[in-house]
Every structure is written in C-alpha cells, then in structure tokens.
C-alpha cells in the first residue's frame, strides 16, 4: 500500500507552535486513514521544540531551500535562530518517509517547516508569501511529492490505485 506523510496537526495532534492542531476533515484524508496509509508526523516536534513555542519564521525574502544550504536562517519571534533545529526535523522527516516507504506528502501549508505553497514572510506580521518551508523543501529535493492540505484531490489523483510500491 503506497503511504502518505502527513503533518501530525492535520490530523488532530497539538503540536503546533501555539500548541492546537488544524485538523483536515477532507474525505481523501478520512478515506487514506481508514486504509492505514497515513504516516504522522511534525518535524519541529521531532526536532526536540517544545509545544507550545514562540511562533518561527525564515527570514525575510529567504525560503526552505536557502536555510537547508545554509544561506538563510528561521527565526523566532524574539530573534533566536532556530535554523539548526528546523533542518535537524527536516532531516528526521526524511529520515522516517524513507524508512515508511513514502511515496508523497502532504504538509500544512503557511508553516516554515511544512509550508508548501506558501509561508509567513519573516516580518512576524501573519503576512504570507509563495515558498515552501524547510522540510517541504527537503521532501522535494529527494524527490518526494509535496502536497498541501488545500491539494488533496492532487495527492490522491498522484498517488492513483496503480501507483508502484516502493522497493
């Protein structure tokens, strides 16, 4: 069965910064649980963050992929870099897709790890930009599907019922 990474927030758990979830009620996600495809996981979380934690973001005008080479950094509120921590989840995120036999993901967009489409613009002002955060960045470089959860028909429609397993 091809599984599917999933941001542990969209499936309930409070792990989020400001420790509550964004749970996702798409019937897609519903149906992929029900089949056992789904692989949780937050990155931050996995790094060692506490929940709750001050609100992080790249720094202004960078994205993921520009912290992952070390060219930018993800910053806290008051600051503190964090970029350490962000590319350890990353690397853990990774680490545990392969492990699963992944074959896509699907991360919480607006996130400096799991941003997809878009993330906060480093200004701590909610205001948003087109990037991907860390781990969405990493996923893609390894040439694993990015999704967010305003995409799940995408996903579903990539993973297909003939989609081949991994191995």
């Given at each position: 069965?091809?599984?599917?990474?999933?941001?542990?927030?969209?499936?309930?758990?409070?792990?989020?910064?400001?420790?509550?979830?964004?749970?996702?009620?798409?019937?897609?996600?519903a149906r992929w649980m029900e089949?056992?495809?789904?692989?949780?996981?937050?990155?931050?979380?996995?790094?060692?963050?506490?929940?709750?934690?001050?609100?992080?973001?790249?720094?202004?005008?960078?994205?993921?992929?520009?912290?992952?080479?070390?060219?930018?950094?993800?910053?806290?509120?008051?600051?503190?870099?964090?970029?350490?921590?962000?590319?350890?989840?990353?690397?853990?995120?990774?680490?545990?897709?392969?492990?699963?036999?992944?074959?896509?993901?699907?991360?919480?967009?607006?996130?400096?790890?799991?941003?997809?489409?878009?993330?906060?613009?480093?200004?701590?002002?909610?205001?948003?930009?087109?990037?991907?955060?860390?781990?969405?960045?990493?996923?893609?470089?390894?040439?694993?599907?990015?999704?967010?959860?305003?995409?799940?028909?995408?996903?579903?429609?990539?993973?297909?019922?003939?989609?081949?397993?991994?191995?």
């Amino acid at each position: 069965m091809t599984r599917v990474l999933v941001s542990s927030c969209l499936l309930g758990q409070p792990v989020r910064h400001d420790g509550v979830s964004r749970p996702c009620g798409h019937p897609v996600l519903a149906r992929w649980m029900e089949e056992g495809r789904v692989v949780p996981f937050c990155p931050e979380v996995a790094a060692g963050m506490a929940v709750p934690r001050d609100p992080a973001e790249i720094g202004a005008g960078a994205h993921g992929s520009e912290v992952l080479a070390g060219r930018a950094k993800v910053l806290d509120a008051g600051g503190g870099d964090l970029s350490a921590l962000f590319v350890a989840g990353a690397r853990l995120a990774l680490e545990r897709a392969l492990e699963a036999g992944v074959r896509a993901a699907v991360l919480k967009d607006g996130s400096p790890s799991c941003g997809v489409t878009v993330i906060c613009d480093g200004t701590f002002t909610s205001t948003r930009r087109s990037n991907a955060g860390v781990t969405a960045a990493l996923l893609a470089q390894a040439g694993i599907p990015v999704f967010s959860e305003d995409q799940l028909d995408a996903a579903d429609a990539w993973l297909g019922p003939d989609r081949p397993e991994p191995g």
